[in-house]
């Protein structure tokens, strides 16, 4: 009996999910015994993780994106486009409808479509809005944006959790400084301030290093400041508290949200986001139980970490028990909340050394206290060359 696994979302995490199954199941395929079908809205895949350097001249738009067939192994069907662009997922009746009214079956559906941001519910943000979050165009303003940096205060600002990468604000805010300190030189004419929506920024470690060096660098936290308003015309943002900040320059990091159709097909828990076991990923939510279908990366529960590191290893677990559904063999693999988060302190530049490092974590088990190195830096700089053919073709 021919068995069907459909993917939805060639991103990161889904990309990964077909290409490890392509390996396995490369007989099964040839034999037509099992199809694997991926679906995307579009054709081209993009490390949205690059978006945090293109403002400091880091990484060209050709490093960081590449057509989606170059890195899902041919023996996968992919739809891309209005074939592929999901409408409706039918989980009772397994079924899900694309934009060209084409209808998909399954036997396992993974769902993988990333989550996106919510500019609208921030009412002001529309009209001032410099983020180097949402695309590569924005990513660009951003750096021209940063170019011009002569003085004032700059303010960073995170408008609520959860979103993609945490992470991602606090080493753009540590390159910002490196950036004004060693090669604009115009850092004490600056007032950097960065703006986060709870109290610890990270695990406790993370937290640590980061408050230390924020302190040592002259940048101010102003913590547990959830965003509810731009006042563009007073340069000014307020808090859900009250708080009010003014600025000269506001880089926000907008609130972000599952997909709309997963929302509108009834899939989302009362915060938004699709529910899931923390350790199957099976889905569990609103529109019932559904041991058949697998929802993984930033999609996923709101107190799942969304990172790619944390995506890798949940796509990992997911194909783990796909194989183990297809071999019949009644084994689980249990995700275990391997997750992490790259922090840079310190840009690379004829002036200074860079400095980083890839805190890694799990459930239960918090990073122990580290320190960014040269080292650290290099590696994470040398990763975003190797994520095509390493991570994302599922090779570790
Ligand atoms: C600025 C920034 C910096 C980051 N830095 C890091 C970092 O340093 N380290 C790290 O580990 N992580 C980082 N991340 C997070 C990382 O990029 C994500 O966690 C990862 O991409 C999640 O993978 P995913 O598969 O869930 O989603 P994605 O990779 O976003 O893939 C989702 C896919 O679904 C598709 N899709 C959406 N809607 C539809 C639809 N209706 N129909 C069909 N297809 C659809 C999209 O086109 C997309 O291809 C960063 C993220 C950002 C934004």
Redesign the pocket.
């Known amino acids: 009996m021919k068995r069907s696994i459909l993917i ?7 990309s990964v999910v077909a290409n490890i199954l392509a390996r396995e199941f490369r007989k099964k395929i040839a034999k037509e015994e099992l199809e694997i079908t991926i ?4 054709d081209i ?1 993009i ?3 690059g ?2 350097f293109i403002p400091f001249g880091l990484y060209t738009p050709e490093e960081i994106t590449i057509p989606r067939k170059k890195v899902i192994s041919p023996r996968v069907k992919t739809f891309f486009g209005k074939d ?4 409706f997922i039918d989980l009772k009746n397994k079924e899900v409808m694309v934009r060209s009214d084409k209808k998909y079956s399954y036997d396992y559906l993974v769902i ?4 996106t941001a919510d500019i609208n519910a921030i009412p002001g943000l529309a009209d001032d809005l410099n983020t ?2 949402t695309s590569i165009e924005d990513a660009f303003k951003v750096r021209d944006l940063v170019k011009n940096i002569n003085s004032g205060k700059v303010v960073v600002c995170v408008a609520s959790m959860p979103v ?2 945490p ?2 604000p606090v080493k753009f805010t540590f390159m910002l400084e490196s950036y004004l300190r060693h090669i604009k030189k115009n850092r004490d004419d600056v007032h950097l301030t960065l703006v986060w929506p709870m109290e610890p920024i990270g695990p406790p470690e993370f937290n640590k290093l980061v408050t230390e060096e924020f302190k040592q660098k002259n940048v101010e936290i102003i913590r547990n400041f959830p965003l509810s308003i731009v006042d563009t015309s007073k340069k000014e943002i307020a808090s859900k508290n009250g708080d009010k900040i003014n600025y000269d320059l506001l880089i926000t990091v907008p609130p972000h949200k599952a ?1 709309q ?1 997963l929302i509108d097909s009834g899939l989302a828990d009362e915060k938004g986001w699709i529910s899931a076991d923390k350790a199957t990923l099976h889905y569990r939510g609103p529109a019932g139980s559904y041991d058949n279908v697998y929802v ?4 996923g529960p709101a107190d799942i970490l ?6 890798h290893y949940q796509a990992i677990a997911v194909s783990q028990n796909l194989s183990n559904d297809i071999y019949g063999n009644k084994i689980k693999t249990l995700y275990m909340g391997e997750t ?3 922090i840079v302190t310190e840009l690379e530049s004829p002036f200074t050394k860079g400095k980083g490092y890839i805190a890694t974590w799990k459930y239960g088990m918090l990073p122990s206290p580290f320190t960014t190195t040269n080292m650290g830096w290099f590696l994470y700089r040398m990763y975003y060359y190797i994520h095509w053919d390493i991570s994302v073709k599922g090779m570790f």
């Open positions: 939805l979302g060639a991103g990161y995490s889904g679906l995307d809205k579009n895949t490390n949205q993780g978006f945090t592929g662009e999901v409408t993988a479509m990333g989550c180097f979050y993609p990468c992470g991602a997909p159709v993984l990366g930033d999609l969304k990172t790619g590191i944390g995506a992490g988060c790259p």
